[in-house]
């Protein structure tokens, strides 16, 4: 070949690569850029829901769900980019096919279902009271007859509950975007109580130890489970995902990532 069809040839490559890049943030073939078979899969996190998801230090995308999603992909065969992706709009970023997968210490519901097809569970989770150390609150029904102002994320299984308990509408539920910006209200008293995932809230109250919060569990609040969610009707990704988890759970990894970040094996 000589130079100039080279230049020719090598130009026309680049422009290809270029252009692939061009095509949005869908599941990436890396065989077809010369980096091997495995393809890289999308994946929208919110990360502002430490310990399972947030920006450390570094900028960087940490948490449980992270590094779960990564042992996860290892044992499948495939590779994950991390994309933080706001909670309000997340779920539409996988309908649209933006994101090929979601994890974000999401809870498998009936209602969410319908629109997506979700993983085995990976975790179990509740709902639990966040309130200052003074506070008169020993169940969640006082929220309501101590006509509370409460704090929630919106669109979360927290945000479900205090509907159903004070109405959708009522005007002593505050939304926030993220669960720490409904703790943080709570901490300068702009709402009495926060109602949230249990590991973000005593995740929360570690590591801000002069908030003097307290918590309170109720046993009206059903147990949860987190999910990874795919499109719904992408079988060939969910099992694959599926198989990954199986695998750490059976190797022991499932309990070394819990440990790191809840100090005990699951």
Avoid at 160 to 165: G, N, P, Q, R
Wanted: charged fraction near 25%.
């Amino acid at each position: 070949m000589n130079a100039l069809r080279r230049w020719i040839t090598g130009f026309a490559l680049a422009a290809l690569v270029v252009t692939a890049a061009g095509c949005g943030t869908k599941a990436i073939d890396a065989g077809q850029a010369g980096g091997g078979s495995k393809k890289t899969i999308v994946v929208g996190t919110d990360a502002a829901y430490a310990p399972f998801e947030y920006i450390d230090a570094s900028n960087t995308i940490v948490g449980f769900d992270i590094d779960l999603m990564k042992a996860i992909a290892k044992a499948a065969g495939f590779d994950v980019q991390f994309v933080n992706t706001v909670w309000e709009g997340i779920f539409i970023t996988l309908q649209n096919g933006e994101r090929d997968a979601l994890i974000s210490a999401i809870t498998i519901t009936d209602e969410r279902k319908k629109t997506m097809d979700f993983s085995d569970p990976y975790f179990e989770a509740t709902q639990l009271i966040a309130v200052p150390e003074n506070a008169d609150v020993t169940k969640f029904e006082d929220l309501k007859a101590k006509n509370l102002r409460v704090g929630v994320q919106t669109g979360t299984t927290g945000d479900v509950a205090v509907s159903k308990l004070l109405g959708k509408t009522s005007p002593n539920i505050k939304r926030y975007d993220t669960t720490p910006h409904a703790l943080q209200a709570l901490a300068i008293g702009e709402v009495d109580a926060v109602v949230a995932d249990n590991a973000v809230v005593l995740h929360y109250i570690q590591s801000n130890p002069n908030a003097k919060f307290k918590v309170v569990s109720d046993p009206s609040f059903p147990k949860e489970h987190y999910g990874i969610a795919v499109k719904k009707g992408n079988k060939e990704l969910l099992d694959k995902i599926n198989q990954g988890l199986k695998a750490i759970k059976a190797n022991g990894q499932y309990d070394e990532i819990y440990q790191k970040y809840f100090g005990t094996k699951k």
